[in-house]
C-alpha cells in the first residue's frame, strides 16, 4: 500500500490518461471474458484500454511488469471480479483513479461500508460496455467529483482498512463463531505446535519476504474495538442510501443513452 500511495503522487490526476484502465486474466470468468469486448476496437471506443495479463509470462520475466504502483497512470480503473471475489479490489480502490465497481456476486467485508458515487462508481454487470462509457464521460465532464470520488477511495482503504482494524475485525468474528459451536474443542494428543519460525524458515525468495513483512512482532497495546450494540434502523437507513445512489447513477446512464439513440 505504501508503494501505491508513493504511485499516486506521480502523475497529477488530471494529467492521467482519461480512460478506464483494466489489466487482468479474463480466463478465469465468463464475466471478465465478457468485459474485453469493451476494449477499443476500429468499430468503437467505449472509454476503456483493456490488457490481458499472462502470469505464466509474467513469473518468467520476474514480474517486472505487473508492479500495481505503476498501473495508477489512468483517472478509471475498472473492478470486477474472477472466479469469486479478486484480491486485486483494494489494490484499485486505493489508486486515486476513480473505481468502476461491475456489480459483484461476492462481497467482503469493507465494501459493505462502502457508498456507490462517493467511493466507487457502479457499473451494471448486463452491460457493461455501455455503462463503462457513460462512467467515463460522466467524469471526464465532472473531473472534480470523479478526482474526489476516487481519492475518498484511497483514504478509507488506507485509512480504515489498517491491519490494528483488520485484526480487530477478525478477533471479533472469530469470538462470535466460537459462540456457534455446539461441542468444547480439545487439543489431540498427537497434535504438533507450530510456531512461526517452522513456516517461515521452509520458505525463501519473495514468499519469504512477504512472511516476515506481516508477522506479528509484539502484542498490540491496546484492547480491541468494541462492536456497537444491533442498530437495525440506521444499518436500514445505510442499505437504502446504497440502494440510491446505484439507482441515480442508472438514471443518469439511462437519461444519457436516451439522448444518443
Known sequence: MKDIKEGNKRIRWKDRAPYAYWKGNPHVSPTRGDLLKCNVSAQHDWNTRLYIQDWEQESKLGYNQSNLEDQCTHRYKIYIEGWAWSVSEK??????????YVEPKFYDFYIRGMMPLEHYWPIRDNSKCTSLKFAVEWGNNHTDKAQAIGEAASKFIQEDLKMDYIYDYMFHVLNEYAKLLKFKPIIPETAVELCPEAM?????GTWRRFMEESFVK???DSVPCSIPPDDIPTLQQF?????DAIRQAQIWEDEYWETKN
Open 91 to 100: 489494490y484499485i480502490l486505493a489508486c486515486d483513479a476513480m473505481t468502476l
Open 200 to 204: 517461515a524458515c521452509a520458505t525463501n
Open 218 to 220: 509484539f502484542p498490540s
Open 239 to 243: 442499505q437504502h442510501r446504497k440502494a
